[in-house]
């Protein structure tokens, strides 16, 4: 068997129905409904997203996380109509003001539910990394910029927290991936919205410095929790690729290769650090998520697969 194929096996015997509904559309050609469907069972009635569809987290009630997990669904499957129902929840629960923290103009990178709850140690509250750094406040106002409508409160909220946000970045230039991830994703959907309310160059300079800085060149080390170049770049057309990447892609496409398990999987890189069973869940459903993004990765940058 193959390395694709192995991964496949794996997904089909061992992926939450979202992962299995992702991969069957991503390689096989199915259709994006089948990742909306699965994606509505995590919704709550107040529109927001929680039970566990952030894999580390099992709380069950609605989160600022919550609600940006389901975005990333709804961003690999091309987006929805901004009438859908998924889509008119998370706004709803956006507008909400729920687990928005008025004293920092962001909503909250871990809420205090989340206590009660199975999770890893780093969604435990209150966080003490990157609470108040835009993670995930830059995602969720692109989100509102692409899918609100102009002139609605919010939509006026969207434009304020992205050019705050903006602002913010391109004077402090963080390295640390999720945060530019965040900015990434805030920029692709204010240009997909037509609506650009900052310096759009001196960001991307920005994002662009933090993203060569962040990568880890050393394939000796990307078995531990660190930036491979798969991070940021999805392939030869990504932003953020350039001809001098071309040997270390292809580098972290033989680690992938050369670290696949017997079993199709590829091993988690981090651990919750705490005494919750439901780890050894949450650990299988991240392997899915992996192997998904490692053959996507290596379909872009691998001819042999």
């Given at each position: 068997m193959t390395v694709f194929e192995k991964s496949r096996a794996f997904i089909y015997r061992s992926a939450r129905p979202i992962d299995l509904a992702l991969w069957r559309y991503t390689f096989?050609?199915?259709?994006?409904?089948?990742?909306?469907t699965a994606l509505a069972a995590y919704q709550n009635p107040d529109g927001g997203f929680a039970?566990?569809?952030e894999a580390d987290n099992f709380n069950p009630l609605s989160m600022p996380m919550g609600a940006w997990k389901a975005a990333e669904y709804i961003r690999e499957v091309g987006g929805l109509p901004a009438s859908h129902p998924i889509i008119k929840g998370i706004l709803r629960y956006l507008e909400?003001?729920?687990?928005f923290d008025q004293a920092h103009d962001q909503w909250m990178n871990t809420v205090p539910s989340n206590n009660d709850a199975p999770c890893a140690v780093w969604w435990k509250y209150p966080d003490t990394g990157s609470a108040f750094e835009y993670n995930p406040t830059a995602a969720l106002a692109g989100f509102i910029l692409r899918y609100a409508e102009k002139g609605s409160t919010l939509y006026c909220k969207g434009v304020k927290l992205v050019a705050e946000a903006a602002e913010w970045y391109i004077k402090t230039a963080p390295v640390e991936r999720h945060i530019a991830r965040c900015f990434i994703t805030m920029y692709d959907d204010c240009k997909a919205a037509g609506v650009i309310p900052f310096d759009g160059e001196a960001l991307l300079k920005a994002l662009?410095?933090?993203v060569k800085k962040s990568i880890c060149r050393d394939p000796g080390r990307?078995?531990?929790y660190l930036p491979r170049p798969s991070a940021f770049i999805e392939s030869r057309n990504s932003r953020f690729y350039?001809?001098?990447l071309e040997d270390i892609c292809r580098a972290e496409c033989d680690h992938i290769k050369s670290t696949q398990n017997p079993d199709g999987s590829f091993d988690v890189p981090w651990m919750w650090y705490n005494d919750h069973n439901e780890w050894y869940v949450a650990e299988n459903?991240?392997?899915?998520?992996?192997?998904?993004?490692?053959m996507k990765?290596?379909?872009e940058f691998d001819a042999s697969e």
């Open positions: 096989e050609n199915a259709p994006a409904e089948g990742v909306i039970h566990g569809l909400s003001g729920d687990g662009d410095d933090a990307w078995n531990e350039s001809e001098d459903w991240c392997k899915a998520i992996i192997a998904i993004e490692n990765f290596l379909r």
